[in-house]
Every structure is written in C-alpha cells, then in structure tokens.
C-alpha cells in the first residue's frame, strides 16, 4: 500500500509539474533532435538570443531598451552577429509599415559594435530582411517612396492611391568595407499596366509576366504595395531569391547584372536584365490562372534549401517557404522545385506558367491550430532529415521528424518582451518571434567559446526539467568525463569518474546516434580506427556536448 502511494505520488509530482509548462522548452526527445544552439530575436524587445536545446540562453546580444528587431539576425562563422534594428518609437517616421526597420549593423561575439549602416527617411526605409553574401557584401529591402504624381504616371489607377503615395521595393547592396552601394535593383524599373494607355509601363500584362503589373492590389490602396519579407542568394547561381506576400508569390532575380542592366530588361547570365527570371505561387498576378491556380498564401521566409546541407539532402536546391494563410485556420511548410535549367540558364515554363505544379513536400502540425500565423514564422530543413519550424505570431517552434513526430518544442517565455512566469498563457502575438534558425554544434563561430548555460529566459523554471526529458544537459560535467588524446585517429581513452555507470551518446555530424556506451567508473578504451575522419559530439548522462576530431 505505501508503495503504490509512493508511486502515486510521484507520478502525480510528474504529471503536475510537466503540465504547468506553458513557455520555454515543452518537449525534447535528444535521440532524434538534431543538435544545435537555436538564434531567436523576438519582438518588443531589444536582445538576441542564442538558445541551446535545453531551452537555456548559451549566449546574447543585448540592446538599449530603446531598440527593436528590424527584424532579423544571423551569425557569420567569424562569430560576428549582423542583425537589423529599428528605434522603438515610430509613429511621426515618414514611411512606416509592419516589419520596418533602419539599422544594419555587424557585432563581435562579444557585442562590439563593428559596423552599422542605417536608411530610413522619407525618401527610403529599410526592412524586413537581409543577407550577407560569400564576398561580405550585405543585400538589404528597403521600400523606396513614390508620389502620386509619380505613381499615377507610370500607370497606377488613381483610386488605388487613398493615401496617395506608393512604397515600391527595392535591393540595394553594400560592401561594409566602405559604405558603397554596389549594386541595386528597383522593381519600378519593371512595371506593367493596362489600366491607361497614355501612362508608362502600358502593355499586356498576360503577354509579360516577367513584369510587375502595377495595379495587383490585395492591401486596400495601402502604399507597402508588396512588403518583401525576406531575402535569399544562390552563390552558384549568382540569384536572388525574395518573397512578395501581398502578390502570394515568390520572385527570383539575376544579381549578375550591372546597376545598369538590373534597370533594364537585357544582360546579366539570365539575358533579362532585372526583368524576373521567375515567379511562382499566384499566376492570377500575370492573368495566366485562377484562384484555383494559387499555390503560395502571404508566404514568409522564402529560401533555397542548403545551409548546412550537403548535396545529397533529397531537397538540396529547393525552394522552402512559410505558407501562412493557406487558410485561416492553419499554416503549412512547403517545398518545391523550381527546375532550373543550367542548359538554357533560365527557368522552363508550361502552358505560359513557371513550374512546377504541385509542392514536393507539405507539412503542418498534427494540431493544425499550433502553427496558425497569419505573419512572421520560418522553416529550416536539418541534416538529419527533421524540419524545423517557427509560428512566428505564437512564438512557438517545433522539430518534426520525417515521421510527423514532434521531437521538440519551445514557446518564446516573454510578453510584451518581458520574461514571464512558468505557467502563464500566453495570447497571440504576446511573444511574436520572426523566426529561429538552428546552427550546428560544430559551427565555426563556437569554436573556443563559452557554451555554458547561462540560465533560461522564464521565470520560476523548476530545476531539471530538461534532464527529466532526456540524458542531455547543459552542464558539462568536466571533472567527472574526460577523454584523450584529441584530436586522435586509433584509439581514444574514455575516464568517468563518476560513482555509478552512466550512458555516453556518439553523433556524427547529421546528428545520428553513431554509438551508444555504458560508462562504469574508471577508464575504458574506444576504438575507432575504422571510424570516417571528421568531427563528433560526445555526450554523457547529465552532460553538455564535447567535440572530438578524428583524424586521417
């Protein structure tokens, strides 16, 4: 009888405590995550942070309070953080939309300040999104201000200018070297309309559809006419890659062009100057389809997939999205081919559409109403096979396994960018997060830095609930598991020093259990003449990841 009280109690002490968790990390099953430290920059406030999978703040970048995401950050392999801002007050700012911000600006790991540029005036403001290309050149949105007069000149139906005056994207790219705008592309350069045939831009917009019909409305006359989201580049390619959620499609554009001939409609690889070598998800955008037709929906996060893949990744070279209003009930992940043609350098179109017709891969969640955002939000492909995904208007992210399983889960603990109480529910947009990206544990800007826990961003987290859910920790028991020599290349000593056996776990890169060892106190030989050169994570029971390289 006391025994099964005992046990009642304990699971009752289980159950109560798993089931107060409303914030931070909800689940994590560590034989099939794929390991890495997680880059978050929630919204309302000033800081990014870098998270390891236990949910704990292994590193940050704060900001004076006065800031805000503007709205993204990535870490280069430097160490270095490039992340935009914008200042917290905006509302007397001359062009404003959602997503606005201003400020690009490059950081040292430990939150120097290296280089910033800022754009934001009434002629220009930057936003959204960025990318830092392979020659450190950084591609920034920006909207561009046109007037009525202007607007209504190159053929926009006046009664779609309430506010008369429009905000066109464009691209501009600096070297951080100088300051210098490098290279620059303005979708106002390809227009096309059919409303006036005395205005500019007058043609068939059907018989175009490398154009931009100037008239596509879907936001009421509101001038962030297509408010780009997000930005990505193809280095073999020499391509850019940019989602127009307003227009429910994705575009690509030829960065081999001149300033000049990104102007114009001839030059660059491609042969169309900065005319769109492609576009996909809404053919009703150049009159060569239907409702029925539409694939995309208000999409976020539009990307090649690639980063920290290798080729043989069945989606390598794909296109991935966020596809946020596939209905107003749920969100859905998509990837899909584009079928570049390296023959005839161009992308092959049937029937007057660009391909393809269907997605390659569609997820959701198993509870459709946890990855409902009608904004915001990412997906990443891992390694290892899984997906990573982020509801960015709930700041909720989950792992999905190839096999729908849920492997982890962590909801942004902050309201209104303050920490909040473990166990507070949060309401929608509370901890808005824009995205999270996942880098690999081996990833050049670690080296040689303090990985440690550094705490989690909740309040009241009960202690141990990570080590409750898995063997994985974020304390590196140095005194208590040592291995040498490293790096090795026959064999490897193992010394536990702890007082009862425990469980060592050995990854490889893609985050697969490559070997599973039973520690007892004491030293113990591990061979691995016969294992590939490379790097692997070891991991033991109550314990953070240690790299070990293994050599020719």
């Not at 999978?53 to 970048?61: D, F, Q, R, Y």
């Amino acid at each position: 009888m006391k025994k099964m009280l005992f046990l009642f109690l304990i699971i009752s002490y289980a159950t109560t405590s798993f089931a107060q968790r409303t914030v931070g990390l909800l689940s994590y099953n560590i034989n099939k995550t794929f390991p890495g430290y997680n880059l978050i920059y929630p919204h309302n406030q000033p800081t990014v942070f870098l998270l390891n999978n236990c949910g704990e703040v292994v590193h940050s970048w704060p900001d004076e309070g006065i800031w805000r995401p503007g709205n993204t950050a990535y870490i280069l392999e430097n160490g270095y953080l490039v992340k935009t801002k914008r200042h917290n007050v905006f509302q007397n700012d001359p062009i404003w939309a959602g997503g606005g911000g201003a400020i690009v600006e490059i950081r040292d790991w430990n939150n120097n300040l290296v280089w910033q540029f800022e754009q934001n005036d009434a002629t220009a403001r930057l936003h959204h999104d960025i990318k830092v290309l392979p020659n450190g050149n950084i591609v920034m949105i920006s909207w561009e201000s046109k007037t009525e007069s202007e607007a209504i000149q190159a053929g926009r139906n006046p009664a779609l200018l309430p506010q008369g005056k429009l905000w066109p994207d464009y691209i501009l790219e600096v070297n951080p070297t100088n300051n210098e705008m490098v290279w620059e592309w303005h979708a106002w350069d390809h227009l096309i309309q059919d409303f006036d045939p005395e205005k500019d831009n007058y043609g068939e917009v059907r018989n175009h559809p490398e154009l931009i019909d100037l008239n596509w409305d879907t936001s009421d006359g509101h001038p962030d006419w297509m408010h780009v989201n997000a930005i990505d580049y193809n280095a073999e390619l020499d391509q850019l890659l940019i989602s127009v959620p307003t227009f429910h499609e994705v575009w690509v554009i030829d960065h081999s062009t001149t300033i000049e001939e990104a102007a114009g409609h001839t030059g660059g690889r491609g042969g169309r100057g900065g005319d769109l070598l492609y576009r996909w998800g809404n053919p009703q955008t150049y009159r060569n389809g239907t409702a029925a037709d539409q694939k995309l929906f208000y999409p976020h996060h539009i990307h090649w997939v690639g980063p920290f893949l290798d080729a043989s990744h069945p989606h390598y070279g794909k296109m991935a999205a966020f596809n946020n209003r596939v209905s107003a009930k749920f969100s859905t992940v998509n990837v899909f081919d584009p079928a570049f043609d390296q023959d005839t350098w161009s992308y092959p179109m049937q029937n007057g559409r660009w391909l393809p017709d269907f997605f390659d891969l569609s997820l959701t969640h198993p509870d459709t109403f946890q990855i409902n955002s009608t904004g915001l939000s990412s997906v990443q492909l891992l390694p290892n096979g899984n997906v990573l995904i982020c509801s960015g208007r709930w700041g909720y992210a989950f792992e999905l396994t190839p096999e729908q399983e849920i492997v982890w889960e962590y909801r942004t603990p902050l309201s209104g960018g303050s920490s909040v109480l473990q166990g507070q529910e949060l309401g929608i947009g509370t901890n808005a997060t824009f995205k999270m990206d996942r880098y690999p544990l081996d990833y050049p800007a670690f080296i040689d830095k303090d990985m440690s826990s550094k705490g989690v961003l909740e309040q009241g987290a009960a202690p141990g609930f990570c080590e409750r859910l898995t063997p994985a920790t974020s304390v590196f028991q140095q005194d208590a598991f040592t291995f040498y020599p490293n790096p090795a290349n026959h064999e490897v000593i193992l010394e536990w020093k702890g007082n009862q056996e425990t469980l060592l776990q050995i990854f490889n890169l893609s985050g697969q259990i490559k070997q599973e060892i039973r520690l007892a106190p004491g030293q113990r030989k591990l061979d691995i003449t016969s294992w590939k050169p490379g790097v692997y994570f070891l991991r033991v029971l109550n314990g953070a990841t240690a790299k070990l390289l293994i050599q020719p």
